[in-house]
Nanobody, 125 residues
Framework: QVQLVESGGGLVQPGGSLRLSCTTS?????????????MGWYRQAPGEQRELVAT???????NYADSVKGRFTISRDNAKNTVNLQMNSLKPEDTAVYYC??????????????WGQGTQVTVSS
């Protein structure tokens, strides 16, 4: 198993920037058996379904939702097993709770899909 903790959310004016970070912690057993595969960010606005924002593989291949392309950048530190989301040119429609996730893998075997508790991002003047 893995525990994920997000940070960096808050209130920002339209056009502003925020940087979200997600740190992970695992037991020794988990670290010995599984590696962290794909990581990423989803978000959920009030009354809406959770939607993908960006993902990144362990080889740093990235994927973005069309709504954030050119504005958001996802990155990860494989040594520290952390993932970050740099958000620029924020819009009111980016307001949501942002969730970090991570997949555990051992070769082709899945060790499960894990979520953080979420961090609120509010874009408002």
């Amino acid at each position: 198993q893995v525990q994920l903790v997000e940070s960096g959310g808050g209130l920002v004016q339209p056009g502003g920037s925020l940087r979200l970070s997600c740190t992970t912690s695992r037991s020794t057993t988990s670290r010995n058996i599984f590696s962290i595969g794909r990581m990423g960010w989803y978000r959920q606005a009030p009354g809406e379904q959770r939607e993908l924002v960006a993902t990144i593989t362990s080889a740093s291949s990235t994927n973005y939702a069309d709504s954030v392309k050119g504005r958001f950048t996802i990155s990860r530190d494989n040594a520290k097993n952390t993932v970050n989301l740099q958000m620029n040119s924020l819009k009111p429609e980016d307001t949501a709770v942002y969730y970090c996730y991570a997949d555990l893998v051992s070769g082709v075997i899945s060790g499960g899909h894990y979520w953080g508790q979420g961090t609120q991002v509010t874009v408002s003047s």
